[in-house]
């Protein structure tokens, strides 16, 4: 991938950049295998687009009401634009001029983070198009305060006009000085307030403030042989049971990613999320996929506190945890289940293979069968590596 903003010293986010894409997924290949030596079989690496794969773009905004800048922030705290970003697909970088003039038009001040004024944080784009297609967006803006609504809502039908494509339009509220990309405070500001996002066969009603894979094409592969594995356990299970529905639990579930693409018939799949907004989309794609309450069923909780309230365990536990890993608790838990003989295979997918080496150390009672390196972030060292175990015999 060729960056004229790495290749000036204006950004050095890619750190990889300039490395071939086969040098980049083999190096990463090595580095995982070599922090997981007990996985004893790798399937060949995911790969997809090394530029324009990301469906999100999140852009600090900074300069003047006249001439904003929509980028990153250098050591000093001073903007760097960076509409033109070659890791962004045509969907969103088309986006940014627009988007610019509507800052100036209705004068959103950029908030200048050294001397601690102004209102507009941050501008969120996030698209369902790929890498070739066009795609419908959804846009936020981070702001410190609510003294910018009015003059958003006044020139919303603007920029709607000036960007057909954008579908849902929110305000996120961000009153702390602090690195941090969003608060807690959603205001939405069009009628509809989901985008659908296909990744895989599921199209993800994503919200404004709910997780999303950022490599679309990757993530359906991810999706698809999770999907592939839970469908080749499922057959012996079967003729070893009495007929009951297979059991899925799938911690950390987000949006439904997982859970959505291993439902169905035969099946009773629980997933599980914190985030309200996320479990509502799951619900709600689900429904529109015609699965049923039994099928697919979603909950908003601690993934750990949840799973120890329950009587029993499942047949299969999928887990996709945030970067620190799933944790001393959650660990004992599955250690139990194992134990106990309740569930029986184990499917984690990680963003942070050294906190999945520390968790599978932490499961002496699970054996990893195999693994399978998806490079989702191309042009970083960053790898999602996926791992499936069974119980130890």
């Known amino acids: 991938m060729q960056c ?70 250098d050591g000093a705290g001073r ?25 100036t038009r209705a004068a959103l001040v950029p908030y200048d983070v050294p001397a601690r004024r102004g209102e507009l944080k941050h501008v969120h784009v996030t698209t369902n198009g790929t890498t070739e297609d066009d795609g419908e967006l959804l846009v936020r803006f981070v702001l410190r305060s609510t003294e910018s609504l009015p003059r958003i809502r006044k020139h919303l039908p603007w920029l709607l006009e000036q960007l057909p494509s954008i579908r849902v339009v929110s305000a996120n509220l961000l009153p702390a000085h602090a690195a941090l990309l969003e608060g807690d405070v959603e205001v939405p500001l069009t009628e509809q307030t989901r985008l659908p996002v296909r990744q895989g066969s599921v199209a993800l009603l994503t919200r404004p403030q709910g997780f999303l894979q950022t490599n679309t094409d990757v993530a359906g592969q991810l999706y698809r042989q999770v999907a592939a594995w839970v469908d080749e356990l ?16 799938d911690l ?93 295979h184990l499917v984690y997918s990680s963003c942070n293979p050294v906190s999945l080496a520390r968790d599978l150390e932490a499961l002496p009672g699970w054996v990893p069968v195999r693994g399978r390196l998806f490079a989702m972030f191309p042009q970083t060292e960053h790898a999602e590596v996926l791992v499936q175990l069974t119980r130890r015999r």
């Open 234 to 249: 499922a057959e012996p299970l079967a003729q070893q049971g009495d007929g009951a529905p297979l059991t899925v639990w």
């Open 79 to 103: 903007g760097v634009d960076l509409v033109a970003c070659g890791l962004y697909p045509p969907s969103v970088t088309a986006a940014m001029e627009p988007l610019r003039a509507f800052v």
């Open 252 to 344: 950390y579930c987000g949006a439904g990613g997982f859970a959505l693409h291993v439902a169905g018939p035969g099946r009773s799949v629980v997933g599980v999320e914190t985030s309200e907004q996320a479990v509502a989309a799951a619900r709600d794609a689900a429904a529109s996929m015609g699965l049923t309450q039994e099928q697919a069923a979603f909950t908003s909780a601690d993934a750990t506190s949840w799973a120890e309230q329950q009587e029993g365990a499942p047949d299969v536990v999928v887990v996709n945890p945030p970067r620190r890993g799933l944790g001393e608790r959650l660990c004992a838990w599955l250690e139990g289940a194992a134990a106990d003989g309740g569930a029986r």
């Open 4 to 73: 004229d903003y790495f290749d000036a010293g204006a950004c050095r986010s890619c750190t990889l950049m300039g490395v071939p894409e086969q040098v980049q997924v083999t190096d990463a290949q090595q580095r995982v295998a070599a922090l997981l030596p007990t996985v004893p079989h790798w399937l060949p690496p995911a790969t997809g687009p090394a530029e324009g794969f990301r469906n999100r773009a999140k852009m600090v905004v900074s300069g003047t009401v006249e001439a904003p800048l929509l980028g990153i922030l």
